[in-house]
């Protein structure tokens, strides 16, 4: 019966959404990345640079593997919107590239505010979003992506990327853009504040540099719950994306300990000479790795885990087929596309949690004419390892720090694994994975 209600709701849903007022069905069309252009236009000792909207990242990461340091400190300089967002390039380049574009953006914006002749509401916007920028440009933030266009794209690391063994990628839901990455509330929503709690809870329990935290609001997330919300189109094209950073995030770690591989797999835009695989001369990658490795041990494994906040559990439904990561955390769910763990076809472990005061829980776990995103993932048919949530408060208080969800968070993060919970075993068992 309550199926049968919840697919009514569904259709009802189809057929009044399209007139309601929210968020388009899908992302809108974006220009070109500034100096894209030109970059495209580059060849450096014989090697065309990759192309920053479809290059493999494994192509990206040996073709900074190739340049010696000036070469990709200038190439940093000159293209510093392309740099900053290439998936692949070194961690520490793209920071440097980030600041530098995030720092000619918002003079751009100020300028715009400054001009008594522009349309009065565009000053005040660009005034707004110049403060916007000012405060992520403060106490040098490492910046992984920075994206003006349309509603903006961003991402921050905590911790050291390039050394770490276990790196958390977490991924949000609706309502995130530039203006709204940092802290808001207290209830630990954004994700800029996700992300800072769960590298400050990490940091609680161990102080091995180990770890890092990506703070991940690299697609173009529904703006309100209505239309946007409730299909997979943004999601689908945020699961291009994230796998383009999960696939990048590997490849920059294995240039960064000279592993880089390349093959047809890794081949170029025909017409364009490919590029070389990781060169025996002293390259900018090399460079990142002497300077964050003060021991001389090669980089850790890179152990990943993705934890998807509300819609983006259903962003990284669509990516998890093959992923190359360890652990997906979907908390606030409302579906992630498939109605099983088995039907995700990954090999990761998969865990879910919903909180009982989760406004989510009303939303209809049924997909029907395009609508919907299936099984609530923490429901016991799905197959998840189920998380404990009964201390979390609302739909994003799962990282706060007296959630119980938090403290399970923080150990999957770390590698810790959990036996899954159930009333009968509310012990952690824990051993080392």
Do not use: K
Not at 38 to 65: C, H, I, K, L, N
Not at 139 to 166: K, N, S, T, W
Not at 383 to 406: I, M, N
């Amino acid at each position: 019966m309550r199926n049968a209600r919840a697919g009514v709701v569904t259709l009802v849903l189809a057929l009044l959404l399209p007139w309601c007022a929210g968020s388009a069905t899908g992302p809108a069309p974006l220009q070109p990345l500034t100096g894209a252009a030109e970059w495209s236009r580059q060849v450096v000792d014989g090697v065309a640079t990759p192309d920053p909207e479809s290059a493999d990242p494994r192509v990206v990461a040996e073709f900074f593997a190739s340049l010696r340091p000036q070469q990709a400190e200038e190439l940093a300089e000159r293209f510093p919107f392309v740099v900053g967002n290439l998936d692949g390039a070194p961690a520490t380049l793209r920071y440097a590239a980030n600041r530098r574009a995030l720092a000619q953006e918002r003079s751009r914006l100020r300028a715009v505010a400054a001009d008594v002749e522009e349309y009065g509401p565009a000053r005040d916007s660009a005034r707004h979003l110049a403060a916007v920028y000012g405060r992520l440009a403060r106490d040098g933030r490492p910046i992984l992506v920075f994206d003006p266009r349309g509603r903006g794209r961003y991402a921050e690391v905590h911790g050291d990327l390039e050394r770490a063994e276990h790196v958390a990628v977490m991924v949000p839901g609706t309502g995130i853009t530039l203006r709204s990455f940092d802290p808001r509330s207290d209830h630990v929503g954004t994700p800029g504040e996700m992300g800072a709690a769960l590298y400050a809870a990490q940091r609680a329990l161990t102080t091995e540099p180990a770890t890092a935290v990506i703070a991940w609001a690299g697609y173009d997330t529904p703006q309100a719950l209505g239309v946007g919300a409730a299909t997979a189109t943004h999601a689908e094209a945020g699961a291009v994306l994230l796998n383009r950073l999960v696939e990048g995030l590997h490849a920059a770690r294995a240039a960064l300990d000279g592993t880089a591989e390349g093959g047809e797999d890794s081949a170029s835009t025909p017409g364009r000479p490919a590029a070389p695989t990781a060169s025996a001369r002293p390259s900018a990658v090399r460079l990142a790795a002497d300077s964050a490795n003060t021991s001389g041990a090669a980089a850790p494994p890179l152990r990943l885990a993705l934890f998807c906040h509300s819609y983006g559990s259903v962003v990284c439904g669509r990516a998890a087929a093959g992923l190359p990561v360890q652990d997906v955390v979907f908390f606030g769910s409302p579906g992630v596309g498939v109605d099983s763990a088995d039907e995700l076809n990954t090999d990761a472990r998969v865990w879910a949690a919903r909180g009982p005061q989760d406004w989510i829980r009303h939303v209809p776990n049924v997909r029907l004419l395009g609508f919907g995103h299936g099984r609530d993932p923490s429901s016991a048919a799905f197959g998840a390892r189920r998380v404990p949530a009964a201390r979390v408060a609302g739909h994003d208080g799962y990282l706060r720090g007296d959630s119980d969800a938090a403290r399970w968070f923080t150990r999957i993060s770390l590698g810790l694994a959990a036996e899954p919970y159930s009333p009968s075993n509310r012990t952690w068992t824990d051993a080392q994975i």
